[in-house]
């Protein structure tokens, strides 16, 4: 970094962040909005602290940390004069003591070894997607693990073993118009229109919600799967998921909830399933919005090449669930959508109408 402009630092970490400050997990960027109104809200990186501001500009913690490079003339010099994450536990405790603050009900979340001495004395430490180091400190007994060991409070949130959707979707006013192109283009239709159903399951305080996550039950006409899906942030490879087939779609209803979930929902939906250059393409129709076609393939290149064919630009691409399409016609919240106890195909309900957003 020596030689390196700080100015020029700053304008890529602003173009960066402007096109990428999304891509942070659902339950993270959920949890920093929960904690802000009653806790004080600091941020500890391994980044330069000048990269860490121009992200602290968009998420507004109340002090973040950095590595801090001298600087002379404009430019770094090479020398590091502070490296917050070698001990992220003085930082926090320095930390309280200059702002006079308790660690009582407080929360931590890390993904690196270098969190876990500063996970170990907070009073809710979350390991979010830990690495290989630590992941082992949380396995370790106390005995072997000394101070840096991890109790029985500590909540583990993993998405191994969990496969990513690369998918992308777009709204679209007129369905016909996409029949015709994909026509044109020779892609085949697998599946005509029908009529779907399913549940997505939660256990009763909301817990997988917590960290993005439901259990659904759909019944796709042909086949009947239960899935459990996970949405880390609305991106194109944002969303995770492993599903099985299953036989029959009340028996497995009745096997979540006698295991302790709760249906949030019951939800209609009409899906028309084509394929083209080994892309799956759905033309999904939900209640009370414009329908959406939904692109998924092995890659990203894949997604796009068929995004472009169909007249699909890049920039109008929604990720993850169906519930930001509601939010673009409707003043409601993620989790509202998820809890609506019914969404079929009947006219707006009246309790929904008035929220309908204008223009």
């Known amino acids: ?59 507004k913690f109340d002090t973040v940390y950095g590595m801090v490079f001298q600087t002379q003339d404009g430019r770094y010099t090479g020398e590091v004069l502070e490296i917050p994450i070698r001990d992220k536990r003085k930082v926090l ?9 308790k660690l009582t009900g407080s929360v931590g979340v890390g993904d690196g070894e270098s969190d ?23 396995r370790l007994p106390k005995r072997k693990a000394g101070r840096l060991w991890l109790n029985a409070r500590t909540l583990f949130i993993t998405c191994k073993h969990m496969q990513t959707e690369i998918e992308a979707k777009w709204i679209v006013l007129d369905l016909d118009i996409i029949r015709n192109k994909l026509s044109e283009l020779k892609a085949n239709l697998d599946q005509p ?54 036989s029959d779609f009340n028996n497995t209803c009745q096997i979540l909830e006698a295991v302790g979930l709760e249906a949030k929902s019951y939800q209609e939906t009409k899906r028309e399933t084509w394929h083209y250059k080994n892309c799956e393409i759905t033309l999904d129709t939900w209640p009370w919005i414009p329908s959406v076609v939904e692109i998924e393939a092995e890659s990203e290149e894949a997604v796009q090449l068929v995004a472009s064919a169909l007249g699909f630009t890049w920039a109008e691409a929604l990720h993850g669930s169906i519930e930001n399409v509601y939010q673009k016609y409707y003043k409601v919240t993620e989790s509202e959508v998820g809890h609506w106890k019914e969404i079929t195909f009947i006219p707006v309900p009246s309790w929904l109408e008035p929220k309908r957003r204008l223009g």
Request: hydrophobic share 35%; proline share 4%; with cysteine.
């Open 1 to 59: 970094i020596a030689g390196v402009s700080v100015e020029d630092v700053r304008r890529v970490a602003q173009i960066v962040i402007s096109q990428q400050k999304s891509r942070v997990y659902t339950y993270t960027r959920q949890l920093i909005e929960k904690l802000r109104p009653t806790h004080n809200l600091i941020a500890i990186s391994g980044s330069p602290i000048e990269i860490v501001e121009e992200f602290n500009n968009h998420y």
């Open 93 to 101: 405790e320095k930390h309280m003591l200059e702002n006079k603050l």
């Open 116 to 138: 876990a001495s500063f996970l170990e004395i907070v009073s809710r430490p979350i390991c979010f997607n830990p690495n290989k180091n630590l992941y082992k400190i949380i």
């Open 193 to 246: 229109e029908r009529l779907m159903r399913r549940k997505p399951f939660d256990f009763p305080d909301n817990r997988l919600e917590k960290v993005g996550g439901w259990v659904r039950v759909r019944d796709e006409g042909d086949k009947i799967t239960l899935a459990y899906k996970q949405l880390n942030d609305r991106s194109l490879h944002g969303t995770k998921e492993v599903s099985v087939e299953v």
